[in-house]
């Protein structure tokens, strides 16, 4: 994949985190190699109109079947969709694709964000690059 493509992730990452609420506390996430954030569903439209700005594509249970092949395997990879869950999508075009996961808790008080790297054809040094990019944008 071409260092812009890389770069060019990376500022997209650093504009999502500053288009975030401060009160957002991050946390790496070890299961998902990404970062992680819960708030209550009171914040829900705030949050949910940044994702939807800063993302290309969301993804849910009604619109799944018609996804590019990439989306619905990262969906696989990464447990499934259920009710109420979505998943960001960040261009396909480029070799490591942004996610963004939106699920719901079982309480339903709170919500969790996931932000991880993706890439079927991707290098593991894009990916690392990546990875790197979200732990300096969230500060974790």
Do not use: C, H
């Amino acid at each position: 994949m071409p260092e812009t493509s890389v770069s060019d992730l990376g500022i997209t990452i650093e504009a999502l985190g500053e288009s975030l609420p401060d009160f957002l506390k991050w946390e790496w996430d070890d299961r998902f190699d990404g970062v992680l954030a819960a708030f209550e569903i009171t914040e829900k439209d705030r949050i949910l109109a940044v994702l939807a700005a800063r993302f290309g594509q969301a993804w849910d249970l009604t619109n799944i079947s018609d996804a590019p092949e990439g989306t619905r395997a990262a969906i696989q990879r990464f447990g499934g969709l259920t009710a109420n869950q979505l998943l960001f999508t960040s261009d396909w075009n480029q070799g490591v694709v942004l996610l963004g996961f939106w699920w719901p808790w079982g309480n339903g008080a709170n919500i969790s964000i996931r932000f991880v790297p993706y890439g079927l054809d991707a290098s593991g040094s894009d990916i690392e690059s990546v990875k790197s990019a979200f732990k300096i944008a969230f500060g974790v």
